[in-house]
Each structure stands twice: as structure tokens, then as C-alpha cells.
């Protein structure tokens, strides 16, 4: 692991790291917001997945969670949203696929296998990671994410019930399997049979027995995404059909960006630290 940068903030050092990944085979990025109580020992994990288009700055430069998370005793990880590199295969001019649009899958479909693992990178390799080169209290982590990091939040909490006390989204793809913008990278990535695209569809995932305590959700009502692409209605719709608590608040005016995301960042950051004890 390599140290791209650090800085001190609020008390503690957010720092940006770099490593030759496995499941990826290239190298990743990614950031770890460490507070001041770490100096007295292992502190609760809480990982952040990002949206469409991002990398790890997205939320690191305007998500503004380094205030509470100081004062909360949280570290928090950003991962990048893909692999990236000269050798992996990417289709430049789309924006919804490939680089910056890794999905949070282990893909099947070459050349797409060959680096598009995110799904075992962040529920295997980086937590590995973590474990070994900071303060982290690994039975104490939690997930959230943001639009196509909030299906991939939701998927891999839905999936490792054991591992994460707690589960939040803001604005995620509900069920990505007929999403305009999702449903193609399922194919391309995971093949023609929509049978293997459930394992990362939450509302499928959960239609197959798959269980997690609870959820929030924050949406923004002017959102330009939500009827098409978010339709938080049929993540409603499959809690409330399998007895998962849900709780979903519909954001007056507010939109996709890191402008609503950052409002609300202290709410979800509270709701974890409260069930990371």
C-alpha cells in the first residue's frame, strides 16, 4: 500500500492510499478519513460507495462528513467506483459503463472478467486491507452509497447480513435489472441470461429470501433520475412485502448531487454511529 496523500482535519487525517490490487488486477485508489479517537485504539468502519462517474474524491472533496465523523469516532472509507488503467477494457464515450461505472459486480462476461471485480474488491480484498493497516474495529462496519453506490450498498449489506450493523442509501437504483441506465452494464458485464443479474438487483435479492434488518433512504423529490432510473416506490414495495424496515424520506426539491447529499450526510451518519454503538 502506498501513501498518496494525507491531511489533518477536525482532529484527524484524511489520507489518500494506493495498491496493486488482485480482484482488479490494476491499481486502485481509494480514502480513509481516520479520527481522533483511533489514537486510543480499533474504531467502527463505516464504508461509503460512490455513484456513477466518480472516483474516490467525489465524496472525499463534497460529501462533508469529516466534522461528525471526527466528533462520532468513525473511519470512513471511499473506494473507488471501478478499475482504471491503460490496460482495462472501458468504452470511453459512455459514461454509464466501464470506467467510473463499475456496478459493484464481479463480472463474467470478458473482456469485462478480466479486472471488473468490484464486488469481491470491496467485500474481500480492501476490507483486508483496512484490517491490516489501520484502527479499525472490523466488527463494527456499516455501508452507505450514493446512486449507483446505493445499489451497491444495499446489494452487499443484503448479502453479508453477518458483517454490517447497519445500511443507507441516498438516491440508490432500486432495481437496476430494468433501469434504463443499469440494465445494459448487467448484461454486458454478467451475459445475456437475467437470471445471474439478480445477485445484484436489491429488490430481487430480497424477492429471493435475502434479509437485512433495516434501511434508510433519502431521495430527493427533483431528482432528474427518480422516474426512470431511481423509483425508490419498488424498493418500498419489496420491504414492506418481506418485513425489512424501511425508512424513506422524500427530500422536498432536492436533487442527484453532492449538494443533497451533503445535507443529509450528518442524519446518516448519526443513524450508523448509533447502531455501531
Known amino acids: 500500500m502506498k501513501t498518496v496523500s494525507t491531511s489533518k482535519s477536525h482532529g484527524g487525517i484524511q489520507g489518500v492510499y494506493s ?7 490494476c491499481d486502485m485508489t481509494f480514502a480513509v478519513f481516520v479520527p481522533p479517537q483511533a489514537k ?67 463480472a463474467t462476461q470478458q473482456p469485462f472478467a478480466a479486472n471488473y471485480r468490484m464486488y469481491s474488491y470491496i467485500t474481500e480484498e480492501l ?22 453506490g446505493g445499489h451497491g450498498a444495499l446489494t452487499i449489506a443484503l448479502k453479508n447480513p453477518e458483517r454490517f450493523k447497519s445500511c443507507s442509501a441516498f438516491a440508490p437504483i432500486a ?3 430494468t433501469a434504463g441506465w443499469s440494465k445494459p452494464a448487467l448484461e454486458k458485464y454478467l451475459g445475456a441470461d437475467e437470471a445471474a443479474w439478480r445477485a445484484y438487483d436489491t429488490t ?39 418485513g425489512i424496515g424501511l425508512t424513506l424520506r422524500m427530500q422536498d426539491g432536492y436533487d442527484h448531487s453532492y449538494n443533497f447529499i451533503s445535507t443529509f450526510m450528518d442524519d446518516h451518519l448519526t443513524w450508523h454511529a448509533a447502531r455501531l454503538g
Open 19 to 25: 495498491h496493486a490490487s488482485e480482484a482488479c488486477a
Open 40 to 106: 486510543n485504539g480499533p474504531v467502527p468502519v463505516l464504508w461509503y460507495l460512490s455513484g456513477l462517474t466518480c472516483t474516490h474524491a467525489n465524496v472525499m472533496d463534497k460529501g462533508e462528513y469529516r466534522r461528525l465523523a471526527a466528533e462520532l469516532g468513525l473511519i470512513i472509507v471511499c473506494p473507488d467506483t471501478s478499475p482504471r488503467g491503460d490496460g482495462v477494457a472501458d468504452e470511453k464515450d459512455n459514461w454509464q459503463f466501464g470506467s467510473g461505472a463499475g456496478f459493484y459486480v464481479d
Open 127 to 148: 476490507p483486508a486491507l483496512i484490517a491490516a493497516n489501520f484502527p479499525a474495529d472490523m466488527s463494527r462496519q456499516a455501508i452507505f452509497g450514493h446512486s449507483m
Open 175 to 177: 432495481q437496476p435489472s
Open 204 to 242: 430481487l435479492l430480497i424477492e429471493d429470501g435475502k434479509r437485512f434488518p433495516e434501511f434508510l433512504v433519502d431521495q430527493g423529490s427533483a431528482d432528474s433520475f427518480l422516474q426512470e432510473g431511481l423509483r425508490p416506490w419498488l424498493l418500498e414495495e419489496a420491504c414492506k412485502t418481506s
